[in-house]
Nanobody
Framework: QVQLVESGGGLVQAGGSLRLSCAAS????????MGWYRQAPGNQRELVAT???????YYVDSVKGRFTISRDNAKNTVYLQMNSLKPEDTAVYYC??????????WGKGTLVTVSS
């Protein structure tokens, strides 16, 4: 079974940067959207950013201008470049790949901690 594996999380000071990567362990056909979500302690999981197969992007207001999502369709990989990180960005970040037929794949998450 195909799995998604995130990497790139860690501890960073406020104002710093991290780049998250998410790669599929095998081939996933007909991927439509790829995205990043996050869940902070005590909070619900929230959408951070998405990117369509054609490259159209969406960002939640709180990360606009600071985060950039990108994808490599040939490698079934999605990235999240996070700049100007804030303590409120601290969360477990999850990637998601959504097939056109409605089947979704989720990673297990990578922890991002931003210290003040």
């Amino acid at each position: 079974q195909v799995q998604l594996v995130e990497s790139g999380g860690g501890l960073v000071q406020a104002g710093g940067s991290l780049r998250l990567s998410c790669a599929a362990s095998g081939i996933i056909f007909n991927i439509n959207h790829m995205g990043w979500y996050r869940q902070a302690p005590g909070n619900q999981r929230e959408l951070v950013a998405t990117i369509t197969k054609g490259g159209s992007t969406y960002y939640v207001d709180s990360v606009k201008g600071r985060f950039t999502i990108s994808r490599d369709n040939a490698k079934n990989t999605v990235y999240l470049q996070m700049n100007s990180l804030k303590p409120e960005d601290t969360a477990v970040y999850y990637c998601k790949m959504a097939r056109a037929d409605g089947i979704n794949y989720w990673g297990k998450g990578t922890l991002v901690t931003v210290s003040s």
